[in-house]
T-cell receptor, first 113, second 113 residues
């Protein structure tokens, strides 16, 4: 049973560019949440997708957007990259039941230069 | 602003000792609590979840929850050098969706042989 998979694992982008990160959830999971983890900090919730819609959003600007596909996989898009967007981007999958647990993928390390 | 607080450490314990990690949270309505382990450069790995007051044991790990005191802890018995990692406390965002987690900054644990 494949766990949560993310691609790519590493990425270097130039300030002002756009980036797309991808996530495939764990088998049986229907909900995907995205987090940003800066060095030395805990992950911060960006947004969550369920039934192909953004269900909840954290305190992130509109430059951060996403999408969920019918197979539950998801993309995170970041426009107009800033140096401060450099971080580990984590995807977590879960299912929509009660007392559900979230499992993380290996993350995408984004460096903006 | 909902917060999850952890001592950043580092917490250093000798091999075979009990490591005690603590976490407090601000939102009294929170119902679901999690401990993740994160090795340097890797993504968080779920090690314990707890939803009811009291203790929950899983192998060498025991999670303790006291909702009245808004306090969660993790005990690691017979600590091993392989337990050296950052431990993240996560609390489900009450009023948010399942899987919308608020993380502490993590406690770095070092187990000395």
């Amino acid at each position: 049973d494949a766990g949560v998979t993310q691609s790519p694992t590493h990425l270097i982008k130039t300030r002002g560019q756009q980036v797309t990160l991808r996530c495939s959830p764990k088998s049986g999971h229907d909900t995907v949440s995205w987090y940003q983890q800066a060095l030395g900090q805990g992950p911060q919730f960006i947004f969550q997708y369920y039934e192909e819609e953004e269900r909840q959003r954290g305190n992130f600007p509109d430059r951060f957007s996403g999408h969920q596909f019918p197979n539950y996989s998801s993309e995170l898009n970041v426009n107009a990259l800033l140096l401060g967007d450099s971080a580990l981007y984590l995807c977590a999958s879960s299912w929509c039941g009660v007392n559900t647990e979230a499992f993380f993928g290996q993350g995408t390390r984004l460096t903006v230069v | 602003q909902k917060e999850v607080e952890q001592n950043s450490g580092p917490l250093s314990v000798p091999e075979g000792a009990i490591a005690s990690l603590n976490c407090t949270y601000s939102d009294r309505g929170s119902q679901s609590f999690f401990w993740y382990r994160q090795y340097s450069g890797k993504s968080p790995e779920l090690i314990m979840s707890i939803y009811s007051n009291g203790d929950k044991e899983d192998g060498r790990f025991t999670a303790q929850l006291n909702k009245a005191s808004q306090y969660v802890s993790l005990l690691i018995r017979d600590s091993q050098p392989s337990d050296s990692a950052t431990y993240l406390c996560a609390v489900e965002n009450y009023g948010g969706s399942q899987g919308n987690l608020i993380f502490g900054k993590g406690t770095k644990l070092s187990v000395k042989p």
